[in-house]
Nanobody, 120 residues
């Protein structure tokens, strides 16, 4: 089917930067909206940022001006550039993609998650 593999998480000091990547592979015909979610301990998973196939983006208020989402459709990859990181950004970050497969199914694919830890 479809696999999403994230990379780029890690430990960073407050004020630092990280860049997350998520590459999709498998039986892909077309990828529509791609997004990044995060889940902190004891909290619900929340949408951080999303980007449509046409490039329209949206962000949760807490990351506006600090995070930038982008995509490379030739590589089936979505990125999240995170600047001015804060301890409250600490979470497991998950990639999501709305994918039409080669057998014409629409699937919502998820990555395995990558840990981002911001120390104060």
């Amino acid at each position: 089917q479809v696999q999403l593999v994230e990379s780029g998480g890690g430990l960073v000091q407050a004020g630092g930067s990280l860049r997350l990547s998520c590459a999709a592979s498998g039986s892909i015909f077309r990828i529509y909206t791609m997004g990044w979610y995060r889940q902190a301990p004891g909290k619900q998973r929340e949408l951080v940022a999303a980007i449509s196939r046409g490039g329209t983006t949206n962000y949760t208020d807490s990351v506006k001006g600090r995070f930038t989402i982008s995509r490379d459709d030739a590589k089936n990859t979505v990125y999240l550039q995170m600047n001015s990181l804060k301890p409250e950004d600490t979470a497991v970050y998950y990639c999501n993609a709305a994918v039409v497969t080669t057998n014409d199914a629409l699937v919502s694919a998820w990555g395995q998650g990558t840990q981002v830890t911001v120390s104060s």
